[in-house]
């Protein structure tokens, strides 16, 4: 046995058997459901947020430059229901929210950074520390929003630190 050396077993970064199982059982019944002609819960949920929709409009309390108009052209105009309308509306959130997961991809903040990166900003200054993210943000097409009044706290909690 060689010490502080991996020899074998799962490559880092590779599925384990769990969640390739997982995902092959997943496959399988996505495709037995389209065999069968069954509808997908994305699907199912996608229809429930339209009837949900179309019911909270049914029952929405019309605006007052409807009503204001509705007046002059000598018409009359539903009232709506504040209650239903609120009932059917937030129905129509929960499924567009879970909906949500299988339409839209999640965002989320990811900084990546090279193998050596780490080392060229460790020792630098806030300032230096400054200038080298404006110029990354910059490469990639983005501007820094002027934060003077933060970076004088980081340069107070620095101070500080350096004296602890």
């Not at 046995?1 to 970064?13: D, P």
């Not at 009837?51 to 019309?62: D, F, K, Q, V």
Request: glycine content about 8%; some cysteine.
């Amino acid at each position: 046995m060689t010490w502080g050396r991996k020899t074998g077993g799962k490559v880092k970064g590779s599925k384990n058997k769990a969640t390739l199982e997982r995902e092959a059982n997943a496959a399988a019944e996505i495709d037995r459901s389209r065999r069968e002609d069954r509808e997908l819960a994305k699907d199912v949920l996608d229809r429930l947020m339209r009837i949900a929709e179309g019911t909270a409009s049914m029952h929405r309390p019309p605006s007052s430059a409807e009503l204001e108009k509705a007046r002059v052209e000598g018409r009359s105009i539903s009232p709506g229901d504040w209650k239903v309308f609120g009932e059917w509306f937030d129905r129509t959130i929960s499924c567009a929210a879970q909906l949500a997961k299988y339409q839209s991809p999640q965002l989320r903040a990811v900084l990546q950074f090279e193998a050596g990166e780490f080392a060229a900003i460790e020792g630098m200054s806030v300032e230096e520390l400054r200038e080298f993210l404006r110029a990354e943000a910059e490469a990639v097409g983005l501007t820094l929003p002027a934060a003077e009044g933060r970076l004088e706290e980081v340069k107070q909690l620095k101070r500080l630190k350096q004296l602890n």
